[in-house]
């Protein structure tokens, strides 16, 4: 299965990726469908059914929503964020649905969305079927599965996922694999990843994508430094960054970059993103919303704190050569293991985003590919386990304060990387290896069910 870093760095809406941004994208390929098969017209009413991870946290990961404006036909990269609750408002007025912005229908949200709680599809844990009707017949019926990131596929893709790929010039699956052939072209990983991205589009196209990723990045950074107020869904999690943000901006320039206060800023920025995240703002799956804020945090620390230009050059160079590195270390986990909390754990989420940008700050301040692989281990080792237990459902706590956590511990994996040699006793396609075992053997409680951990034993007052 290849994979493009456009992939993985996905411009989406809050609060998940694989229950909203995931969900959204299929409840729109599900009226597309309907539309090439000549069925859109005839359609009178529509059922999506959710089954597994999806209806057990549905309603706290924005699911509901997300597959209502899929279906009138809205994108997680285009939608305006700040319409949606409006439209919902509508949509649960009127009870209509507009299908792909074409078509009318009745709709009632008891009736046509049904949330199956103890019943998961057997190909995932996050899976959803939708039903087209017209006089009491079903018209046309499609299963879908969220696999994490936003992936999608569609039922018949699933049995044939391993033959969904664009030939690459450099493919590889493991990171012994990635190493060699890096080793036998004389390349750094980055460079080895921009080969294959060329594959999709030109160079100049490929560096102007990813400076617009970070862009919405930093855009989702500064607008979450920049809010207030209490977010949604009723745990009543009140946002701090922006108190943080005021006080952090008392500093002088000297007491910025004075013993930890750097991590009092890494942490802020990891708690904007992920506070905009669960007010279901603009942000990028990195390589999941769960875990968006961690790569952000770390790429803002390099650009506030590490970067010179007569040292390292021109910035959006290196800002593209961070995000092609994490992208490569991103691929091998979804190839090999899983970016999915309802398969693995938030190990897939939180792990794979430390790993990641762990593997992308090492490359950046010039190490070596032994090296920049020695921080992408070290960035997952010790996340290994890591438990998906979202309390109420929501993407809140302790997803928010977990970003910050995973930032902090990129950033160090990546100094110890740095002061070695690139040697190390365990091989990143161990750690994956590992991650993947411990996924399957952890308990379903603990994959974001919200059955098991903090989410049944922390007092929800």
């Not at 069925?39 to 059922?47: D, V, W």
């Not at 669960?278 to 990195?286: D, H, Q, Y």
């Amino acid at each position: 299965m290849s994979i493009s870093v456009f992939e993985l760095f996905k411009i989406g809406v809050g609060p998940s990726s694989s229950h909203t941004v995931g969900p959204m994208v299929a409840a729109r390929q599900f009226v597309c469908d309907l539309e090439q098969q000549g069925t859109l017209n005839k359609t009178e009413r529509i059922e999506v059914h959710l089954y597994g991870s999806l209806a057990l946290t549905g309603i706290g990961h924005g699911t509901d929503m997300a597959v209502l404006m899929g279906l009138e036909g809205e994108a997680p990269d285009t939608i305006d964020v700040d319409a949606i609750e409006g439209r919902l408002a509508g949509i649960e007025t009127h009870q209509q649905l507009i299908l792909n912005g074409q078509r009318a229908i009745h709709f009632e949200r008891d009736r046509d969305l049904l949330f199956h709680k103890e019943e998961f599809l057997p190909q995932h844990s996050n899976g959803m079927t939708c039903k087209a009707f017209a006089g009491g017949e079903c018209l046309f019926e499609r299963s879908y599965f969220s696999i994490g990131g936003g992936f999608v596929l569609s039922e018949e893709d699933f049995q044939h996922r391993e033959q969904i790929a664009t030939l690459l010039p450099y493919d590889f699956s493991s990171a012994e694999e990635l190493m060699a052939l890096c080793d036998r072209h004389g390349w750094t990983i980055a460079e080895l990843a921009m080969e294959n991205e060329k594959a999709f589009r030109s160079e100049q196209e490929v560096k102007d994508a990813l400076w617009h990723i970070w862009e919405v990045m930093d855009a989702s950074i500064q607008r979450g430094c920049h809010q207030s107020g209490v977010l949604p869904g009723g745990l009543g999690v009140r946002r701090r960054a922006e108190e943080h943000y005021r006080e952090l901006s008392k500093q002088t320039a000297e007491e910025r970059c004075k013993g930890l206060a750097i991590l009092d800023w890494v942490s802020l920025f990891a708690l904007a993103v992920n506070e905009e995240n669960a007010a279901r703002g603009r942000i990028v799956t990195a390589p999941t919303n769960g875990a968006a804020g961690v790569i952000p945090a770390t790429i803002a620390y390099y650009v506030q704190f590490v970067h010179d230009p007569e040292e390292h050059g021109d910035l959006k160079d290196q800002v593209v050569e961070f995000m092609l590195t994490a992208g490569a270390i991103g691929m091998l986990f979804k190839k090999n293991a899983s970016i999915s909390a309802a398969e693995v754990g938030c190990q897939g989420e939180i792990g794979v985003a430390c790993s990641m940008a762990s593997a992308g700050l090492a490359a950046v301040q010039g190490g070596s590919n032994q090296q920049i692989e020695n921080a992408a281990e070290i960035g997952m080792e010790h996340n290994l386990g890591l438990t998906c237990d979202p309390i109420g459902g929501l993407v809140q706590v302790p997803c928010i304060e977990r970003n910050t956590m995973g930032a902090v511990k990129a950033i160090n994996a990546a100094r110890l990387a740095l002061r070695g040699t690139g040697a190390h006793i365990v091989p990143l396609d161990s750690v994956i290896e590992t991650m993947r075992q411990t996924g399957i053997d952890m308990q379903s409680k603990y994959k974001e069910t919200s059955l098991g951990g903090l989410a049944v034993n922390a007092v929800n007052c």
